[in-house]
């Protein structure tokens, strides 16, 4: 497919195969999306995030096959005899005189080393961000949320040093650009480089496509069935079961009946021990019906469960133990939100969980789930 | 044909619904009139008027943030009420709400409450029973 012939116009030669270049051109679009909504974009956006990643973990997957498969320029083998050669590169390069290259200098071989080695780090603590934070993937039924903590902050951690090797990737192109007069952006597109011939490796090894296929389609083969099965478990430490019907009726009447899950074994303890002023006003319920809640409450409180809401809301205010919209976590996470909007219906009390997150109910509180109705100010 | 056997066959069991919850009503009235002659002896019978006065009347001793039954329930007992959390509660005027003051269990656990809440007692017997005359008349 890529014999030398062929490819080589004049002084220009091929050096980037189609498979390498439209590798390139779309993880720079896979990864400005999982930037931006990794970084800035509100936490609904999380889905989002999520299939950008998926999209990178593929990109990568191909990418580690290309290395073997791909034309002489795609190859592992060439990026490690580039690197290799960096002790003769970097002085030259300081002198403003870099030696022509064809393929990734060394020094861009290492860059690319290095942003391969952060985001393939940067997936897999994703997929560990997803499993036990946020308790979706394929990870869910295996890592717990301290699993998931650890790996997020090597994913934000990652994710920061991935910024930081995009800024040095770019300034290293636009040097070789400006110093060597070599158009890399425009040969990321083409595939075609103009390059001294003396650089230009005289056999260059054809890309293998249909090797690079089979191998692809074994790995999905393989993988496909471990990731249903994975699938199949049941994410780890999250509830399944409805509310109990009767703290549904009697406390979701005159409030949102809030998820067990939301307040630690103490807190529920001291609420149902003094219904009889609960937030200023008389819950009183028959002792009876206030022992079968409080029971519930007990065995399905945050210590019970091991969902992002329940580890974080174990931590209540000092001054305020009671009130889950005083947590310091709650507070957080709420701190965008005006109070006028918590005013307005159809929100109308910062109470009524179910009124931004679909799936308060049922205490996961996933990221996706969260919709701010369109609100209408205070009537008079 | 059909429509009008299935109209009153759809008829027969509301008119008995509307009958029992109307008989439920009755029971509870007349148990609060007993107690009302009992807690004292020149009662006669339940006012209207003095379950509207008391329904809209600010009371003291009770919780500053719902000083009146209106506080949450509105000033019209046809319409929907809300608590201080937001929720929604079902208008209080039987006219609304046919199944209102039919359930004694529920009719003593939100008086227990709701008069502890707004006036720090209990209610006396005669002012529950002016309260669901009054509102059995909206």
């Known amino acids: ?380 | 044909m059909t429509s009008r056997l299935l109209f009153v066959a759809l008829l027969i069991p509301a008119i008995g619904v509307a009958a029992l919850a109307s008989a439920g009503r009755d029971g509870i009235v007349s148990a609060l009139s007993a107690q009302a002659k009992q807690d004292n002896s020149k009662f006669t019978s339940f006012s209207a008027e003095a379950g509207k006065k008391f329904w809209f009347t600010a009371h003291v001793g009770g919780k500053s943030d719902t000083p009146s039954c209106v506080t949450c329930h509105t000033k019209d007992a046809r319409t929907m009420g809300q608590t201080r959390a937001g929720k929604a509660i079902d208008p209080m005027a039987v006219s609304a709400n046919p199944n209102r003051f039919t359930d004694p269990e529920k009719v003593a656990k939100w008086f227990g409450r709701n008069c502890n809440t707004v006036l720090g007692r209990e209610c006396t017997a005669e002012e529950k029973g002016n309260v669901i005359t009054y509102l059995m008349s909206q």
């Open chain 1, 1 to 380: 497919m890529a014999r030398h012939s062929e490819h080589s116009l004049g002084s220009e030669f091929f050096i980037w195969d189609l498979p390498t270049r439209l590798f390139h051109w779309v993880l720079v679009i896979g990864v400005a999306v999982a930037l931006y909504t990794g970084f800035l974009a509100p936490a609904s956006w999380l889905g989002i995030h999520l299939f950008a990643g998926y999209a990178i973990a593929v990109l990568i997957v191909f990418r580690l096959v290309w290395w073997k498969f791909g034309f002489e320029y795609s190859r592992l083998a060439a990026l490690v005899a580039a690197i290799r050669r960096l002790p003769q590169f970097l002085p030259a390069l300081i002198r403003l005189k870099p030696p022509h290259s064809a393929g990734h200098n060394p020094a861009g071989s290492a860059m690319i080393a290095l942003l391969i080695a952060t985001l393939s780090l940067i997936v897999v603590t994703g997929f560990m961000v997803e499993g036990g934070q946020e308790k979706q993937g394929v990870l869910a039924g295996v890592l717990d949320y301290a699993a998931g903590s650890t790996a997020r902050n090597l994913h934000s951690l990652s994710a920061n040093l991935l910024l930081g090797l995009i800024a040095v990737h770019l300034a290293g192109v636009a040097v070789e650009t400006v110093l060597q007069r070599t158009p890399l952006v425009r040969g990321m597109i083409s595939g075609r480089l103009p390059l001294p011939l003396h650089v230009v490796n005289p056999a260059p090894r054809p890309a293998r496509p249909l090797a690079a296929a089979f191998i692809l389609s074994a790995i999905a083969v393989a993988a496909a069935p471990a990731a249903l099965a994975l699938l199949r478990l049941p994410a780890r430490g999250v509830p399944s079961a409805p509310l109990n019907l009767a703290y549904a009726t009697e406390c979701g009447a005159c409030h949102n009946a809030f998820h067990p899950s939301l307040l630690p074994r103490q807190s529920w303890a001291a609420i149902m021990a003094h219904l009889g002023d609960h937030f200023g006003e008389d819950a009183s319920l028959s002792p009876a019906t206030a022992a079968g809640i409080a029971a519930y409450l007990d065995r399905n409180a945050a210590e019970a469960w091991d969902t992002e809401p329940a580890n974080r809301l174990r931590s209540v205010a000092a001054a305020e133990p009671l009130r889950i919209t005083a947590a310091p976590y709650w507070i957080r996470k709420h701190a965008g939100i005006g109070a006028a909007t918590f005013a307005a219906a159809p929100i109308k009390s910062k109470t009524n969980c179910a009124a931004c997150h679909g799936d308060a109910t049922t205490g996961r509180f996933d990221d996706q789930a969260i919709a701010i109705p369109p609100t209408q100010a205070k009537g008079p």
